[in-house]
């Protein structure tokens, strides 16, 4: 039964992960700029220039911790 909490928990992390990120990028969009090279791309760029690399890379390390924490208690054996 302890899995299925930590299953739960991973799962709730990686929500709030996406909904910070969703945030980060509505907030990011809404930024003007007036131009951007290919390789960081036009979302990146706006993400860097209005001071939000912070706060997008802690939302897309919640996403991958609580996948990595579902992962773990899916492929963990009982005995």
Request: cysteine-free; hydrophobic content about 55%; glycine content about 8%.
């Given at each position: 039964?302890?899995?299925?909490?930590?299953?739960i928990?991973?799962?709730?992390?990686s929500?709030?992960?996406?909904?910070?990120?969703?945030?980060?990028?509505?907030?990011?969009?809404?930024?003007?700029?007036?131009?951007?090279?290919?390789?960081?791309?036009k979302?990146?760029?706006?993400i860097?220039?209005?001071?939000l690399t912070?706060?997008?890379?802690?939302?897309?390390?919640?996403?991958?911790?609580?996948?990595?924490?579902?992962?773990?208690e899916?492929f963990?054996?009982?005995?």
């Amino acid at each position: 039964m302890i899995f299925l909490k930590r299953a739960i928990i991973g799962g709730f992390i990686s929500l709030i992960g996406s909904i910070w990120t969703l945030a980060v990028i509505i907030s990011a969009n809404n930024y003007p700029i007036n131009g951007w090279s290919t390789p960081p791309g036009k979302l990146l760029t706006q993400i860097a220039e209005s001071n939000l690399t912070v706060w997008f890379g802690i939302s897309i390390a919640m996403v991958a911790l609580g996948i990595v924490l579902m992962a773990i208690e899916y492929f963990k054996k009982d005995n």
